[in-house]
């Protein structure tokens, strides 16, 4: 959705709306590598949202999000935002798939 907003002119508006959702929700994080223009609209998306909730899913760990995202420097800017005033929650157990 991004990548077309980019093209048509909508994306101004889009990242607006995404900083004033009260949650957002990116499920299933690192499934696969973020490209050049990923890893600038995600940036850009959680430096606008430090007064709204953002719940990231993930079964990769967060020490290996580095390799996802991709450009350390990046990655760092990114990850460092993330994890800014966070509450991180391990869940064990098998798979809720199975049920």
Same mark, same amino acid.
């Given at each position: @959705?991004? %990548?077309?907003? +980019? $093209?048509?002119?909508?994306? %101004?508006?889009?990242? *607006?709306?995404?900083?004033?959702?009260?949650?957002?929700?990116? &499920?299933?994080?690192?499934?696969?590598?973020?490209?050049?223009? *990923?890893?600038? &609209?995600?940036?850009? /998306? @959680?430096?606008?949202? +430090?007064?709204?909730?953002?719940?990231?899913?993930?079964?990769?760990? /967060? &020490?290996?999000? +580095?390799?996802? /995202?991709?450009?350390?420097?990046? #990655?760092? #800017?990114?990850?460092?935002? /993330?994890?800014?005033? $966070?509450? =991180?929650?391990?869940?064990?157990?098998?798979? @809720?798939? =199975? +049920?």
């Amino acid at each position: @959705m991004l %990548s077309i907003a +980019h $093209s048509d002119g909508r994306f %101004s508006k889009i990242i *607006q709306q995404l900083a004033k959702t009260d949650l957002l929700v990116l &499920d299933d994080w690192g499934l696969e590598r973020l490209s050049l223009g *990923q890893r600038t &609209d995600i940036l850009e /998306i @959680m430096e606008d949202r +430090h007064l709204g909730s953002t719940l990231i899913t993930s079964q990769l760990p /967060i &020490d290996q999000w +580095h390799g996802t /995202i991709g450009d350390a420097t990046l #990655a760092d #800017a990114i990850i460092d935002r /993330i994890l800014h005033n $966070s509450h =991180k929650i391990k869940l064990r157990g098998e798979s @809720m798939w =199975k +049920h």
